[in-house]
């Protein structure tokens, strides 16, 4: 048992199984004689709804997470080049992709039988909205371990709280990752 796997593990789950599942994993960690792992994996925090929706449709949805993450890396580009009608095209896509996201992981959470609300699908959206505008968002959010949602103000990023995504520094590439069965 490592950190990368605890976690991998742990923020795929349902936020209502993460406390439990935690503690029993720093359990056996301590039983092992791993009292270091043990205190590493008490650090996790349990994810908020809007956090657990990201990270399932990381999961679930990888290669569209993909697809915006690249949108993401184009906006930042025609930003940079000052090209408007480059911006007015991946603008769109770009809120096209988010909405059916978030539209997809609400349908996901429901079909495993925790519905969400509107706060949370913002706090998701936020998050998407964030990892297009900022490449470290990017990262976390590809990561798929994510505690808290993430914000972007347009002066930087917010929101990217410890978790497994700045805990863990072992972890394999995560675009090398696919799709999860739940």
Excluded: I
């Excluded at 056996?28 to 650090?43: F, I, Y």
């Excluded at 809120?95 to 949370?120: I, M, N, W």
Aim: contains cysteine.
């Amino acid at each position: 048992m490592d950190l990368s796997a605890v976690a991998e593990e742990l923020y795929g789950l349902p936020p209502g199984d993460f406390t439990t599942t935690r503690d029993a994993r720093a359990a056996e960690a301590r039983r092992a004689g791993d009292r270091e792992l043990a205190e590493a994996v008490k650090k996790l925090r349990r994810p908020t709804t809007g956090a657990w929706l990201a990270n399932l449709v990381v999961r679930e949805r990888h290669d569209h997470v993909e697809r915006l993450l690249e949108l993401g890396d184009a906006l930042r580009q025609a930003q940079a080049t000052l090209s408007k009608e480059d911006l007015r095209r991946l603008s769109k896509q770009r809120r096209q992709v988010v909405v059916a996201l978030r539209e997809d992981a609400r349908s996901l959470a429901r079909g495993l039988g925790h519905p969400v609300g509107g706060k949370a699908a913002q706090e998701l959206e936020d998050t998407l909205e964030a990892a297009v505008a900022d490449a470290e968002a990017a990262e976390a959010l590809r990561a798929g371990c994510l505690a808290s949602g993430l914000r972007y103000s347009g002066l930087g990023l917010s929101g990217l709280a410890p978790s497994a995504a700045t805990l863990v520094d072992d972890r394999p590439a995560a675009s090398a990752r696919g799709p999860r069965e739940m």
